[in-house]
């Protein structure tokens, strides 16, 4: 019996440019993970399997997905936009850098941001050093604005080198002792299959958007539930990037602190409209 076009699954395209089944599973445990009930879950597949053709990427199927989801529930479409979200950190990589500070204080650390280390042989700049009892964390974070951007064996590299000068360094001078010493490189996308088997190999960690499995990026932001204010349909582009730049990540620190709005020069009923949606993210 030959193959009917309804059984022929739709093609997607993936950000790479590959084409791809659509899968109807994935996109079902992505809105589940948001926190969208079962019945949402069903009516959104529904509509978005309604409006698939051949080609369709994969952007545009989570962009019709989020539109849906919106109309239910902000939290949970708040949660579904997350990893877009946190690509709107741009443009300097700065603000992602704070947000993996506000992500190891919540494991107990101690965090300082922008730090020069000596090493044995030159000084570095390392952007996130964190610390508590017994051990050190010093963090390189690799912030990309395009999904397709991997982060390649060289960058590992490069980073397990400076991280080895700055261990040397601190054997030197006796600062080790029986301290834990872990270099732990951080991205918002992925990284190759040499990477990661570099770091594997080396003892360095690699924590990226969907790696490893059970402790990714995306992993620890819901441990943690520490959504970034880039995830904020309320907020404009703009008053993003206005807080972004006071250093201000977290949905949770609005919420908190309601005066860092004052910065933004807006009316009450605003006010009161963004601190709905960023108290509904904690």
Not at 156 to 184: C, M, Q, W
Not at 204 to 220: A, E, Q, R, T
Request: with cysteine; aromatic share 8%; proline share 3%.
């Amino acid at each position: 019996m030959s193959m009917t076009e309804s059984t022929i699954p739709i093609q997607v395209r993936k950000n790479t440019g590959e084409l791809v089944p659509f899968d109807e599973g994935k996109l079902g445990r992505s809105l589940q993970r948001s926190g969208a009930k079962e019945e949402e879950i069903d009516e959104i597949i529904a509509e978005v399997r309604a409006s698939l053709f051949d080609g369709i990427t994969t952007r545009k199927i989570y962009q019709i997905a989020y539109r849906l989801l919106a109309k239910q529930s902000n939290r949970a479409a708040g949660r579904f936009r997350l990893k877009k979200a946190i690509f709107q950190f741009g443009p300097s990589g700065y603000p992602f850098e704070h947000f993996v500070a506000r992500l190891l204080e919540f494991e107990g650390y101690i965090v300082k941001t922008g730090q020069l280390i000596n090493g044995r042989c030159v000084t570095h700049e390392v952007d996130v050093v964190a610390e508590k009892p017994g051990k050190v964390v010093m963090v390189e974070c690799k912030f990309h604005h395009v999904e397709s951007r991997k982060n390649d064996v060289k960058i590992s590299l490069y980073t397990h080198s400076r991280f080895e000068d700055i261990r040397a360094e601190r054997k030197k001078n006796d600062a080790v002792g029986n301290e834990i010493f872990e270099p732990l490189l951080i991205t918002n996308t992925r990284f190759t299959s040499d990477a990661i088997q570099f770091g594997e190999c080396s003892g360095m960690k690699l924590i990226g958007w969907d790696h490893p499995v059970g402790n990714s990026l995306k992993d620890w932001i819901d441990r943690s539930g520490f959504h970034p204010i880039t995830s904020l349909k309320s907020l404009q582009k703009k008053e993003k990037q206005i807080l972004l730049d006071k250093g201000i990540v977290l949905c949770r620190e609005i919420a908190e602190t309601h005066s860092l709005l004052a910065e933004l020069h807006i009316s009450n009923r605003r006010k009161k409209k963004i601190l709905k949606e960023a108290e509904a993210m904690l």
